[in-house]
């Protein structure tokens, strides 16, 4: 892989030095036709291992210092994209380049100094966690990575991540903010779930360790399901039966115990009703009142 011009490898920088940034990173810096050139850190320590971790690269303490590159990786956290954005900007870097930053949330145009400049701008969200950037990069091949922006610019970044293993797909314009509420609730939210699952089973009797046991079990299980049946036909349980009656006072008791769990037991069997019955959560089912939906917090 090589830009396409001037068939000399693609020069890459950094800025943040954490999990995803320094994830990407080390991959990059096995990439044939890649080159990692400066990595941005403010913090010496962090950045300095960092460095060790990907292997290549120049750490870099100030913006100013760092050189012109093909592609601009903007891996610091959300509410400081345009922040960062704005600060290079102001530098005049030697561009027109690329600029791509990580966020599941916040669009390409968030850069938009750089745009200003004349630079093109992506975003690319890997799906997947990088609480441990080593388990991270070991397992990243056949990560699904979304993508938006502009086209020049995803059409730019795409074959490098391709490159390490990534299997990239188009978010839809002004989309972003719903496909990473998907990403939330398919795993964040679900691991909230577990935990209070855990602590409802705590709370019934049940051995911590059975209680793991338990976790363990129905999620595999739940996994193995919808991925073969769809979610429709995977879904069991009182409110796929119709039984509400059990739905409710099970709710009763949901609340004595944990009134806010209660308010997602609801909703959510709320949901598993109209799943089951039409195939969709967003469709109200005949036997819906508006006390369900009173009482289920909507």
């Known amino acids: 892989m090589t830009d396409a ?13 954490g999990g995803v940034g320094t994830t990407l990173f080390r991959l990059f810096s096995g990439c044939e036709g890649v080159e990692v050139q400066d990595i ?22 100030d913006l100013a210092a760092m050189r012109a590159a093909d592609i601009w990786v903007l891996a610091v956290p959300d509410t400081r994209i345009g922040e960062v954005a704005g600060a290079l900007a102001a530098l005049s870097p030697p561009g027109p380049a690329v600029a791509v930053h990580c966020s599941g949330f916040m669009p390409a145009q968030e850069m938009a100094p750089l745009g200003a400049l004349g630079w093109s701008l992506a975003s690319a969200h890997p799906v997947m966690t990088f609480a441990d950037p080593a388990a991270a990069a070991e397992g990243f091949a056949g990560t699904f990575v ?13 074959p490098v991540l391709e490159a390490v293993g990534a299997r990239t797909f188009p978010i839809r314009d002004g989309g972003k903010p719903l496909y990473h509420g998907a990403a939330v609730m398919a ?4 691991v909230v779930l577990q935990a209070v699952a ?32 769809g979610p429709q036909a995977a879904l069991s349980g009182p409110a796929a039966r119709g039984d509400w009656d059990v739905v409710t006072r099970q709710g009763n008791a949901v609340a004595a115990w944990h009134p806010d769990a209660a308010v997602a037991y609801r909703n ?16 109200p089912v005949p036997e819906e009142t508006p006390d369900d939906s009173k009482r289920d917090g909507r």
């Open 5 to 17: 011009l001037t068939k000399r490898p693609l020069k890459l920088n950094l800025i943040g030095a």
């Open 40 to 61: 941005h850190g403010r913090d010496p320590e962090r950045l300095a291992r960092a460095l060790a971790f990907i292997g290549s690269g120049r750490g870099v303490g």
């Open 146 to 158: 979304g993508m938006e922006g502009d086209a020049d610019a995803v059409a730019r970044v795409a």
């Open 187 to 190: 795993n964040n939210l679900a």
């Open 198 to 229: 855990r602590e409802a089973w705590a709370e019934a009797g049940v051995p911590a360790e059975i209680a793991a046991a338990l976790n363990k079990g129905l999620l595999d299980a739940t996994a193995r399901n919808v991925d073969a049946l």
């Open 268 to 283: 959510l069997s709320l949901l598993a009703r109209r799943l089951k019955q039409t195939g969709g959560t967003r469709q």
